[in-house]
Structures are given as structure tokens and as C-alpha cells.
């Protein structure tokens, strides 16, 4: 019975959290960062003895959000890019991303079109002009807060 406080960035999230063999559950509301454990506890017999700790610190991110994503439409040689990337905050909340990139499969390998900022809301309308017919991608850098990724190519 092994019990300990949990840290996320260097700040106790919560305390007397039991740790079995597999692990912790982390909870949602104790938001992204490094997360640490300390003051870890045997509590199988009445001296509650200190357990020696190692390196304990992981990083956690938040993930993006499910409906995130790029729609392409093309009207003779126009496209139109409709770019929309959020992810979900330790409150369940829908925050946008900042920057996305549109990348074009082209020679067999995959080139930024163009790196986009997007509004507060994480969403941008990109234009522009293609009469061929090529594979297009969205991908989202990983930083600190939330995990990265790209979307899978639509071709169009």
C-alpha cells in the first residue's frame, strides 16, 4: 500500500493518492505539465515507512480535440482550406490552437504549404489556387500543453 502526493509542476495537486503496481489514476482537473510524486508512503503496516523514489517525472498533455481537422473544397481550380484545432482543458472546456501548419504530399513527401495562425477559437479560412489533384494534411506541432498530431491526408 504505497501512497503519495502527486506534484504538477513543482505544485501538490493532491496528496495520500495510492500508487499499486500498475500505477495512479490521474485526474483530469489536475491539469498538463510535469508531473511528479513525492512523499511516497508504505502503508502496509502501522509505521508508514518512506519508500525510496527514483526519477518519478513524466509529462502530461492535453490531448486534441476529436472534431479537429481540415476540410478541402475545390470549385474548378480554387481551393478552399477550412482549418479547425482545439483541444479540451483540465475543465472540459474546448481552448484553440494557435498555429497549424497545411502540408501537400508532393514528390513523395510531405511539404508545408502554409504555416497558418488561427483565432482564439482555433479555427482559419485558407484560399488558394490548384488545378491538380493532390493530398492535403493538417498537422499540430506538440508543445508543453497539449500533444501534437497530424490528420490523415484528403485528397482532392
Known amino acids: ?13 493532491a496528496s495520500n493518492v495510492y ?26 503496516n502501522a509505521s508508514g515507512q518512506a519508500v525510496a523514489g527514483g ?17 478541402v473544397r475545390k470549385k ?5 482550406f477550412r482549418v479547425k ?6 475543465r472540459g472546456v474546448a481552448v484553440g490552437i494557435r498555429r497549424a501548419t497545411i502540408q501537400v504530399h508532393k514528390k513523395g513527401k510531405w511539404r508545408t504549404l502554409k504555416n497558418l495562425k488561427l483565432k482564439s477559437n482555433g479555427t482559419r479560412t485558407y484560399k488558394r489556387s490548384d488545378k491538380s489533384k493532390r493530398k492535403y494534411r493538417l498537422v499540430v ?9 497530424s490528420t490523415k491526408g484528403l485528397r482532392i
Open 1 to 13: 500500500y504505497v501512497y503519495a502526493t502527486v506534484n504538477v509542476n513543482g505544485v501538490p495537486v
Open 19 to 44: 500508487v499499486g503496481s500498475s500505477g495512479f489514476t490521474y485526474q483530469q482537473a489536475w491539469g498538463a505539465g510535469v508531473v511528479s510524486l513525492s512523499n511516497l508512503r508504505d502503508r502496509s
Open 55 to 71: 526519477s518519478n517525472a513524466f509529462t502530461v498533455r492535453y490531448g486534441v480535440e476529436g472534431t479537429s481537422g481540415i476540410k
Open 76 to 80: 474548378g481550380k480554387k481551393l478552399t
Open 85 to 90: 484545432a482545439r483541444y479540451i482543458d483540465n
Open 141 to 149: 506541432k506538440t508543445t508543453g500543453v497539449y500533444q501534437g498530431g
